[in-house]
């Protein structure tokens, strides 16, 4: 069964750094891609970005300059950190993964969500 | 970045009547579109990707269409169980991106 859960603080103070850990089980890390998508509170949704099967990464344009996505592939976790974070940061911020479907990789469709990392920038 | 303009912003409906959510694509995603349901505290859920395929366990009465850059989904005879918000998302270009979501109610 494929399952995904996020885990971190609930509360970072302004400018400090956001580090959340996404912690996967029912596939590999090196066979499927997981992406970072966060939700402000009663807003939409915004994807993060990506660590791809093959361990490359792509960012979200207007945040890359803060951020950062690796893994550990022998432990199952993607990692997800993120610094300078002001107010406007505070969010749900969830995992997901690419759907795979007949042999296929349809890449940047989430098939698998985590329950979500409730975040709150505030000091 | 590709806008995806998603309408109606809400929606109120009775059961077993059809509804249609359209999303339109600022240039073309060339079918790299996929909608979810999100139910209030939840996660997003897969509903349909590559525009109309309908994801696994998915019921019938959801089904997605595409003309050009307008995307549609529709819910045939509404059951109470899909009240909640529907996403679209492109995942043809960087940086991925979602509509404004609709919020469906139930009369």
């Known amino acids: 069964q494929v399952q995904l859960k996020e885990s971190g603080p609930g509360l970072v103070q302004p400018s400090q750094t956001l580090s959340l850990t996404c912690t996967v089980s029912?596939?590999?890390?090196?066979?499927?891609?997981v992406h970072w998508v966060r939700q402000p509170p009663g807003k939409g949704l915004e994807w993060v970005g990506a660590?791809?099967?093959?361990?490359?990464?792509d960012y979200n344009s207007a945040l890359k300059s803060r951020l950062s996505i690796s893994r550990d592939t022998s432990k199952s976790q993607v990692f997800l950190k993120m610094n300078s974070l002001q107010t406007e940061d505070t969010a749900i911020y969830f995992c997901t993964r690419d759907h795979y479907y007949d042999g296929t990789y349809y890449y940047g469709v989430m098939d698998a969500w985590g329950q979500g990392a409730s975040v709150t920038v505030s000091s | 970045d590709i806008q995806m303009t998603q309408s109606p912003a809400s929606l109120s409906a009775s059961l077993g009547e059809t509804v249609s959510i359209e999303c339109l694509a600022s240039?073309?995603?060339?079918?790299?579109l996929a909608w979810y349901q999100q139910k209030p505290g939840k996660s997003p859920q897969l509903l349909i990707y590559y525009a109309s395929s309908l994801q696994d366990g998915v019921p019938s009465r959801f089904s997605g269409s595409e003309s050009g850059t307008q995307y549609s989904l529709e819910i045939n005879s509404l059951q109470p169980e899909d009240e909640g918000d529907y996403f679209c998302q492109q995942s043809y270009k960087f940086p991925y991106t979602f509509g404004a979501g609709t919020k469906l109610e139930l009369k």
């Open positions: 240039e073309d995603i060339y079918s790299n």
């Open positions: 029912g596939f590999s890390l090196t066979s499927n891609s």
């Open positions: 660590i791809w099967s093959g361990g490359s990464t």
